[in-house]
């Protein structure tokens, strides 16, 4: 088991009144898994993922990852596991504009501690996985939104983390670029990867093994058997 969370709850305060965003969330993931998280706005799902990533902490239940017990995790643990252990893909690419493809691949090897020599190869490689050997050199200002995506989704994998979480990663882009990229996800989930998808769509969800729906705080599953019947019918 890779991932778990059990009785999970998180409630925020707004004024005098505490408001329950979580519900009781039961989730396990095994390492090699695809799954789509899908809701609608206000469902929860960013709630949930920023709790996944380890950016927020539940009011109340218990997550583990690879072993650790994230609520009981000090600041400085859990920056060492959102560098290494989550590799984040938003939906805005969240790049920084001045540095070039390469640097950006290579800043969290950066946070991590590798030398500037092992930084600029294994960037160089990451974007060769990703089809970009030729854009080593470019500033985000000259790539267009897909290759920018591209560019974060080897920015996300460049510390071989344990799960890729992907935030509405198609969200900015058009239809064709879109596709490409969940393209991609296919090809690194056929390689090995553990993905975590956000997204309220039914089309890209639709690229993920097994779909978890968010309403209202509360998961309503669909497991892979439930998907094929569904696709066979």
Request: aromatic share 6%.
């Amino acid at each position: 088991m890779l991932l778990e969370l059990k009785h999970l709850y998180k409630n925020y305060i707004q004024g005098n009144m505490e408001v329950p965003v979580l519900k009781d969330i039961n989730l396990s993931i095994d390492e090699g898994e695809y799954v789509a998280i899908m809701g609608p706005s206000g469902s929860g799902k960013s709630t949930l993922m920023n709790i996944i990533g380890c950016i927020d902490k539940p009011t109340s239940g218990t997550y583990l990852l690879d072993g650790y017990e994230i609520e009981k995790c000090r600041d400085r643990e859990l920056s060492r596991i959102r560098n290494k252990e989550i590799g984040f893909v938003f939906q805005n690419f969240n790049l920084l504009p001045r540095q070039s493809a390469l640097d950006n691949v290579g800043l969290p090897m950066q946070y991590a501690g590798f030398s500037k020599k092992e930084r600029k190869a294994r960037a160089k490689r990451m974007l060769e996985m990703v089809d970009l050997a030729d854009r080593v050199s470019f500033k985000p200002t000259q790539l267009s939104g897909g290759q920018k995506q591209r560019v974060a989704i080897a920015r996300a994998m460049v510390n071989n983390p344990k799960i890729l979480l992907a935030d509405e990663p198609t969200g900015a882009l058009d239809s064709k670029s879109g596709i490409a990229v969940m393209e991609l996800f296919d090809r690194l989930h056929a390689e090995g990867a553990t993905i975590i998808m956000i997204t309220h769509s039914e089309e890209i969800a639709g690229f993920a093994k097994r779909v978890i729906r968010i309403i209202d705080g509360e998961l309503l599953e669909n497991t892979p058997e439930q998907k094929e019947e569904k696709e066979d019918e």
